[in-house]
């Protein structure tokens, strides 16, 4: 198996999808997860006509299915690139933070937190040398935005997690990730029923992905849409 892997969670569509479809158009194989079977084996039918793809519908909370996972990445004799991209909103309309439900923030810092360490917990044994992890993560995490406390509280506890791992782990490449405002069914549900189509698609986000992917940035904080390596450097 010569050609590189990746692992990308939330692949069924949106940024995660756009990201693995330009991998497979490189040579990529991928390992895709999503919660919606349907459209995850849409994205699979899709992208198989180009390379190796496998597809594993299921949450990324439950460690049945984070075992699958595992499964999979042994299958392909390691792992090259990480991408924490499963991601929860809460609830639809934004609640303040006085009026969340905690069983819904507890759902959220599940998500957005505690899946993507366990993750990487589950397939680090199996990152080769030189590996990309990559966690999406959004503004919201270090600005503060009325009824985003919720989703921005645990995007927050993203984006300090990482950095610790980056400390620890100094022979990868750890990212933490903003891809900016996109046009995904996630914005949609955040802004329920207002017009959305001036956000940039998913795509736009790619090709700062993949520089961090393809270069040699040190591990830390990157805003995807930043137009030049200087402006790509770490904030914070």
Not at 6 to 16: D, E, F, K
Not at 101 to 120: E, K, Q, S
Not at 154 to 181: F, N, Q, R, T
Request: overall charge negative.
């Amino acid at each position: 198996m010569t050609e590189p892997t990746a692992l990308i969670t939330g692949a069924s569509r949106g940024l995660g999808r756009a990201l693995a479809t330009a991998l497979a158009a490189r040579g990529w194989a991928l390992i895709l997860d999503g919660r919606n079977e349907d459209t995850l084996e849409a994205a699979r039918a899709q992208l198989a006509q180009q390379t190796h793809v496998i597809a594993i519908p299921g949450d990324v909370t439950d460690p049945v299915h984070r075992a699958r996972l595992l499964a999979a990445v042994k299958s392909r004799g390691g792992l090259d690139l990480l991408v924490n991209n499963a991601s929860a909103l809460g609830p639809s309309p934004l609640p303040a933070l006085v009026d969340i439900g905690l069983d819904a923030l507890a759902t959220l810092y599940c998500t957005n937190v505690i899946a993507p360490l366990a993750l990487f917990q589950t397939v680090y044994p199996h990152l080769r040398a030189h590996a990309r992890v990559l966690n999406i993560t959004s503004d919201a995490g270090v600005e503060a935005y009325a009824g985003w406390g919720g989703y921005g509280s645990s995007k927050a506890a993203l984006e300090h997690l990482p950095a610790i791992l980056a400390v620890e782990h100094p022979d990868l490449k750890i990212y933490w990730v903003d891809p900016g405002d996109m046009r995904t069914q996630m914005q949609q549900d955040a802004f329920p029923g207002e017009d959305i189509s001036d956000r940039p698609l998913p795509e736009a986000s790619v090709p700062g992905l993949l520089r961090l992917i393809d270069g040699d940035l040190p591990s830390g904080r990157y805003q995807a849409r930043a137009q030049s390596l200087v402006e790509m450097e770490q904030i914070g």
